[in-house]
């Protein structure tokens, strides 16, 4: 291959990846020679404008056919377009939040990191969005979770950000090499990386039974390795330590981003390989039809698990820890039950997701610090300090339990929706799903409980930086509107992305 | 079955690498712990020069049994160097454990151990290093240039975490 | 022409993986966890290798996927020991079943 060849891609479609990569590295570079004495805080808003610019960038590729460079090692097809979206909002709403960050002992001369690490952990993510070759997805999943793993423990001063970064750093560990143990399995029996080429030998060689078996080996280990990353049960257990013991900005990247990012690469690698190839000898039901059963009971145990224990938590952290398994549990179910409506219920729950976790995490970055404690009884009162603080804390409770009017309503009843008209209908998830959601109600109710009827113990005012209120003011509006009228989103994901058709050519 | 020189080296590399494997879990010491693997390590890399893989048999003794092995052993004797990892993790949670490995063991060995397959003539010995130049810098480049955002993060991140504060004698915190 | 069989190095990647895993989940010092998983990423590679010359349709690709590995490895020892440094700083301790302070 020569230059011209390589000169030959449209890397033009590389644009959003080249913005975030230019900033990160200009931070670098500005953190570095910039003198002790000047405040890193600026260096956030450079961040997040480079974070819109690249969501300008990527708008302005919407309309474009599916491209791919280098034999597939990135592809923007239409569903690396639209994840890659709620990608960047997630993330710009991060770095809005790490803006305000202010941690007891402070952050000192590592805000500065704090900020690009961000940014080099969204590069990998966006990486996993768009690329149809098995190693670069696995570099772009290594370079998400290493940069989590730093930032986890970037309060070293606190000795439980540092636990929670070990237990992160062996978690991670332990599960990547799981993850990539399958992988082996899949390159050598197919003897090429590129997912899409891997696909077609796996159809060629299903008749063989020893290669299906192995296959379906592949499928099991990728399947639990990935799981650790989404932090579904029975893999969560590091899920919650990590998340109470991390800066709260993190907590909300690893709860959003990180998250959306590990349902990516798992819709990526499962429905690519798995959606075509014959399930058994008969060669009548897909691979994925005949084992989607497994997925089907880490959905069913993670929101009975992430729901139940949540139930008796006190620490705010921790019981958001537990209710993000639940909802990751809800997704799975969207993803066992394979219809035609999944890629739009996953996506549209993802988003409501965002915006309403993010939202809540706002505020609870808010009261933590102002506080200096987690506990649930820091929120007593809130609506006597700050009402529309308080207001907008009810909306996203409302909106993670599932009631009617927002956003998270509408995810739940797509994703139930899906599961009820796939044939055979599966009748046994969504009745979980609605057990799961009713002792959900619970936790979610006696926070409101706390903030609306019990006397605070303080009756401060409460000052709301602007990068917090802007963070509130953005989740709050999407969570009504998406809420009232979904269609404006589900209309935008049909008139953009069409029905992700162009995903597996 | 004749014995070829290949077949020995294999079975006497494999043999080394398992023994390490197994000195690691069952040595008391952790710095014989580390000492033991790098026998591992090093047998991986002659494993590696039998499947013609010279390039990776290279960077596998540099990577592994050069750097990590002595990062890892930094990390003891900068902790505690005379630490022996004292066994008390429950029996019962070791036996299900136990149980439990040798479930997906046996489910992975009942795929592999038969998987016969026509060995072809591959080239791949020949100017290995140059093949893998080849393939890193016109297929594989975004997650080659990847890879070094990734370490450049790790880099930073290592840096920033384990670097000592000394201005002000650390306050205790609860 | 090439006496070891495929699944010779496949059965010795799994017990080597196996070993690391074993390892990686009952070891209390957090370097032996952390060096336990360097001992599964080498099982993969193992078989990456292994794969490459001689499975069914070989290819280059299987080292070039080791590499990325072993670079990736490198990346993430160096993380995980810098962090057991900053949690040594404070708390004095690497063993794992010490870090128990994140409950409840």
């Known amino acids: 291959m020569n230059l011209d060849t390589l000169l030959s891609y449209e890397w033009g479609h590389m644009a959003p990846e080249f913005i975030i990569l230019a900033v990160a590295a200009l931070l670098s570079l500005l953190d570095l020679f910039l003198p002790k004495s000047y405040n890193r805080r600026s260096l956030a808003w450079i961040a997040l404008v480079g974070i819109l610019v690249a969501v300008v960038s990527l708008i302005g590729l919407l309309d474009s056919k599916s491209v791919s460079i280098l034999h597939d090692t990135f592809r923007l097809d239409s569903f690396g377009k639209a994840f890659k979206l709620i990608l960047l909002i997630g993330a710009a709403c991060v770095i809005l939040l790490a803006e305000s960050y202010e941690p007891k002992e402070g952050l000192k001369e590592y805000r500065g990191e704090f900020y690009y690490l961000f940014l080099t952990g969204l590069l990998g993510a966006m990486v996993m969005t768009s690329s149809g070759d098995l190693i670069t997805l696995f570099v772009g999943l290594e370079l998400l979770s290493i940069s989590s793993y730093i930032l986890a423990g970037m309060r070293k001063k606190n000795p439980g950000s540092n636990e929670a970064a070990m237990k992160y750093v062996i978690n991670g560990g332990i599960s990547t090499a799981i993850t990539l143990f399958g992988m082996s399995y899949l390159y050598g029996l197919s003897g090429t990386t590129n997912l899409k080429e891997m696909s077609g030998a796996m159809s060629a060689q299903a008749a063989n039974g020893q290669f299906l078996y192995l296959y379906g080996l592949a499928f099991f280990m990728v399947l639990i390795g990935l799981s650790f990353k989404l932090a579904s049960a029975p893999f969560h257990m590091w899920a919650p330590d990590v998340y109470q013991g991390s800066p709260t900005p993190v907590t909300a990247f690893l709860s959003v981003v990180s998250k959306t990012a590990g349902f990516v690469i798992l819709l990526r690698i499962i429905l690519t390989l798995f959606l075509t190839m014959p399930g058994d000898d008969t060669q009548k039901l897909s691979f994925l039809e005949t084992h989607s059963i497994y997925i089907s009971c880490l959905a069913g145990i993670s929101i009975i698990a992430g729901n139940v224990i949540a139930l008796r938590q006190r620490n705010i952290k921790r019981m958001f820890a537990y209710s993000s398994i639940a909802h990751a549990g809800y997704i799975l179910v969207a993803i066992s039950a394979l219809g035609y409506f999944t890629f739009d219920a996953v996506w549209f729950y993802l988003l409501a997701y965002l915006l309403m976790n993010l939202g809540a995490f706002a505020v609870i970055q808010l009261i933590t610090d102002s506080s200096h404690s987690e506990d649930i009884a820091d929120f007593a009162g809130l609506y006597r300090r700050s009402p529309l603080l308080a207001a907008g804390f009810a909306v996203f409770i409302l909106s993670l339990a599932g009631i009617p009017g927002t956003a998270g309503f509408i995810g739940k009843l797509n994703i139930f929706m899906n599961a009820l008209m796939t044939d055979p209908g599966h009748f046994v998830l969504a009745s979980i799903m609605i057990a799961g959601t009713v002792i959900s109600y619970f936790y979610y109710f006696g926070i409101m409980t706390q903030m609306f009827f019990r006397p605070a113990a303080s009756t401060e005012k409460i000052k709301v930086p602007a990068g917090i209120g802007a963070v509130v003011v953005l989740a709050l509006a999407g969570t009504i509107l998406f809420g009232v009228a979904p269609n404006t989103a589900l209309d935008f994901l049909h008139n953009n992305f069409g029905s992700f058709n162009d995903f597996l050519k | ?174 | 022409m090439n006496s070891v069989p495929l699944s010779a190095y496949l059965v010795l990647a799994l017990i080597l993986f196996c070993i690391g895993l074993y390892g990686a989940l009952t070891k209390r010092n957090a370097v032996i966890v952390l060096i336990s998983i360097e001992l599964m990423l080498n099982a993969v590679n193992i078989n990456l290798v292994a794969f490459s010359k001689l499975g069914p349709a070989p290819s280059i690709s299987g080292q070039i996927f080791s590499l990325f590995t072993i670079t990736v490895a490198a990346a993430e020892a160096a993380v995980g020991l810098a962090i057991l440094m900053s949690l040594y700083n404070r708390r004095k301790t690497v063993n794992v079943d010490e870090m128990d302070q994140l409950k409840h």
Not at chain 2, 4 to 10: K, L, R, T
Not at chain 2, 11 to 38: D, F, P
Not at chain 2, 91 to 111: D, E, M, T
Not at chain 2, 163 to 168: A, G, L, P, S, Y
Request: no cysteine; aromatic share 8%.
């Open chain 2, 1 to 174: 079955m004749s014995l070829s020189g290949e077949m020995i080296a294999f079975i006497l590399l494999s043999l080394v690498a398992i023994i390490g494997g197994i000195l690691l879990i069952n040595l008391t010491r952790v710095v014989h712990m580390v000492i033991a693997l790098v026998f591992t390590f090093i047998s991986v890399a002659g494993l590696y020069v039998l499947l013609s893989a010279e390039f990776l048999a290279a960077v596998q003794i540099l990577i592994y049994s050069g750097a990590i092995t002595i990062i890892m052993l930094f990390g003891i004797m900068l902790t505690r160097h005379n630490d022996t990892s004292e066994k008390t993790a429950g029996v019962w949670r070791k036996l299900l454990l136990i149980a439990g490995i040798a479930g997906f063991g046996l489910a992975s060995y009942a795929g592999i151990y038969n998987l016969d397959i026509p060995v072809q003539e591959t080239k791949l010995h020949e100017d290995n290093t140059r093949q893998i130049g080849m393939a890193l810098y016109s297929d594989h480049m975004i997650p080659f240039e990847l890879t070094s955002v990734l370490l450049l993060a790790a880099l930073i991140g290592a840096i920033i975490l384990a670097k000592k504060d000394d201005e002000k004698k650390e306050g205790e915190e609860s």
